[in-house]
C-alpha cells in the first residue's frame, strides 16, 4: 500500500507557465505591515515610567536661582527638567538637555535647544565648559 503511489513521488515537478518572481519583490510579499495603525505607539507610551515631581527645598531653590543668574552669556549647560504628562496628571518625567539658555526673567522661563521650560521645573544644572561659544 505504501508503494502504490511511488510513481507521483519520483515524478519531476511541473514547470511554472509564470516568469519567476526577482528575490527583492518575493522579500516584499513577507515583509512586516502594521495591522492597527497607533498600537505601537501606545504601546510603547504605556512602557514609560511617570514619576511624581520632586519638592525642592527653598536652599535648593536658592542655589538653582543663583546658579542661572551667574551663567555666562553663550555658556552652554546640561539641565535636567521636569516634563509633565498630558495623559497622567500629576506625574511626568526627568529629561536632559543640553545647550545654550536663553533666560527669561520676568517669565521665569528658560529657553534652551527649541524648547521652553519654567524655572520651578528645572532639577539640576551643569555647565559644560568645553562647549562654550563666544
Same mark, same amino acid.
Not at 513521488?9 to 516568469?19: A, E, G, V, Y
Not at 535648593?60 to 536661582?65: F, H, P, Q
Given at each position: 500500500?505504501?508503494?502504490?503511489?511511488?510513481?507521483?513521488?519520483?515524478?519531476?515537478?511541473?514547470?511554472?507557465?509564470?516568469?519567476?518572481?526577482?528575490?527583492?519583490?518575493?522579500?516584499?510579499?513577507?515583509?512586516?505591515?502594521?495591522?492597527?495603525?497607533?498600537?505601537?505607539?501606545?504601546?510603547?507610551?504605556?512602557?514609560?515610567?511617570?514619576? @511624581? $515631581?520632586?519638592?525642592?527645598?527653598?536652599?535648593? =531653590?536658592?542655589?538653582? /536661582?543663583?546658579?542661572?543668574?551667574?551663567?555666562? !552669556?553663550?555658556?552652554?549647560?546640561?539641565?535636567?527638567?521636569?516634563?509633565?504628562?498630558?495623559?497622567?496628571?500629576?506625574?511626568?518625567?526627568?529629561?536632559?538637555?543640553?545647550?545654550?539658555?536663553?533666560?527669561?526673567?520676568? @517669565? $521665569?522661563?528658560?529657553?534652551?535647544?527649541?524648547? =521652553?521650560?519654567?524655572? /520651578?521645573?528645572?532639577?539640576?544644572?551643569?555647565? !559644560?565648559?568645553?562647549?562654550?561659544?563666544?
Amino acid at each position: 500500500m505504501i508503494y502504490e503511489r511511488k510513481d507521483m513521488l519520483l515524478m519531476k515537478r511541473p514547470p511554472s507557465k509564470r516568469l519567476p518572481m526577482d528575490r527583492k519583490r518575493r522579500a516584499k510579499q513577507f515583509a512586516p505591515f502594521q495591522a492597527l495603525k497607533g498600537f505601537a505607539h501606545s504601546i510603547s507610551e504605556t512602557e514609560t515610567l511617570y514619576v @511624581e $515631581k520632586k519638592k525642592q527645598s527653598d536652599a535648593v =531653590r536658592l542655589e538653582m /536661582d543663583r546658579m542661572i543668574k551667574a551663567l555666562p !552669556d553663550g555658556m552652554a549647560v546640561t539641565i535636567v527638567f521636569f516634563q509633565k504628562s498630558e495623559k497622567h496628571p500629576g506625574l511626568g518625567m526627568y529629561l536632559p538637555v543640553t545647550g545654550v539658555p536663553k533666560i527669561i526673567e520676568h @517669565e $521665569k522661563m528658560m529657553e534652551i535647544a527649541g524648547l =521652553r521650560i519654567s524655572i /520651578d521645573d528645572i532639577a539640576e544644572i551643569e555647565r !559644560d565648559e568645553e562647549f562654550h561659544s563666544s
